[in-house]
Nanobody, 118 residues
């Protein structure tokens, strides 16, 4: 089982920046897919950015503003969020998917609140 621990949420004014971190309990080199999702109040959880086999996909709403990165030596992924908007306010979740044999296992972090005020 992979444990994911997030940090870095907080409150910021519109136009500001935050960086989220997510540290995994095992080598992220062995994890097939990692990424970030977010859930705004009253909404479903939605993809922000994910990476698989070195390819990163972003939601249209964050392209050009958010950047996914990782540090394999620290088993940590990051989400750099710039030019934040009030509509970015949500709980952000780190996600990991591991494939072992024919089975896929998904794991979630505990969530980090991001609040952007206008």
């Amino acid at each position: 089982q992979v444990q994911l621990v997030e940090s870095g949420g907080g409150s910021v004014q519109a136009g500001g920046s935050l960086r989220l971190s997510c540290t995994a309990s095992e080598s992220i080199s062995s994890i097939n897919t990692m990424g970030w999702y977010r859930q705004a109040p009253g909404a479903q959880r939605a993809l922000v950015a994910t990476t698989t086999s070195g390819s990163t996909n972003y939601a249209d709403s964050v392209k050009g503003r958010f950047t996914f990165s990782k540090d394999n030596t620290k088993n940590t992924i990051y989400l750099q969020m710039n030019s934040l908007k009030p509509e970015d306010t949500a709980v952000y979740y780190c996600y990991a998917q591991v494939i072992r044999g024919l089975r896929h296992y998904g794991y979630w972090g505990q969530g980090a609140q991001v609040t952007v005020s206008s």
